[in-house]
């Protein structure tokens, strides 16, 4: 199908963001996953706040981040020309899933910010948000583009599927 060009240059801005967001994520789910940075402090607060344990919770979501991030890495096979299309399928639905991970992880992030400690990390309330644009846009743009993920669209009626390619 011949795309034009605004639609290819919503499709690079897309992937784009995709990558921005994998590479923002990455080090905070590794930091997390070792321990370093002020994790394990923000961790003992978001615990006691949580009442659960501070170590499985900071490996739960080091683990989720660095999940999503990976996820978010597949948009760099999304489009080969149609010489890949097995990858390039897959590719396609990893990358949206990994955009409806973001949006979950950052909305999740900002829960905790605002009722476990509010004010104290305003700096990671910005990469927060941020990060949640980015999730919006992409997620947005990959259900535009390739329709809803097949979990999803079997629950919705027929007539709520979107139309897939622009």
Request: charged share 15%; proline share 4%; aromatic share 10%.
């Amino acid at each position: 199908m011949n795309r034009t060009i605004r639609q290819r240059a919503l499709d690079l801005a897309a992937r784009l963001a995709a990558l921005y967001a994998g590479a923002t994520l990455l080090p905070f789910g590794m930091d997390k996953l070792q321990g370093t940075g002020g994790s394990i402090q923000g961790f003992r607060q978001i615990g006691a706040g949580f009442g659960v344990d501070p170590t499985f919770f900071r490996f739960f979501v080091g683990a989720q981040e660095v999940s999503v991030a990976l996820l978010l890495f597949a948009a760099i096979f999304v489009d080969f020309g149609g010489r890949l299309p097995r990858l390039e399928a897959v590719a396609r639905r990893l990358t949206q899933l990994g955009a409806l991970g973001l949006v979950a992880t950052m909305v999740g992030a900002l829960a905790t910010e605002a009722i476990v400690r509010p004010g104290q990390q305003d700096w990671l309330v910005r990469i927060a948000l941020r990060l949640l644009a980015v999730g919006v846009f992409a997620t947005l743009w990959s259900i535009r583009r390739y329709g809803l993920p097949r979990a999803v669209a079997r629950v919705l009626p027929a007539k709520l599927t979107p139309v897939t390619g622009l």
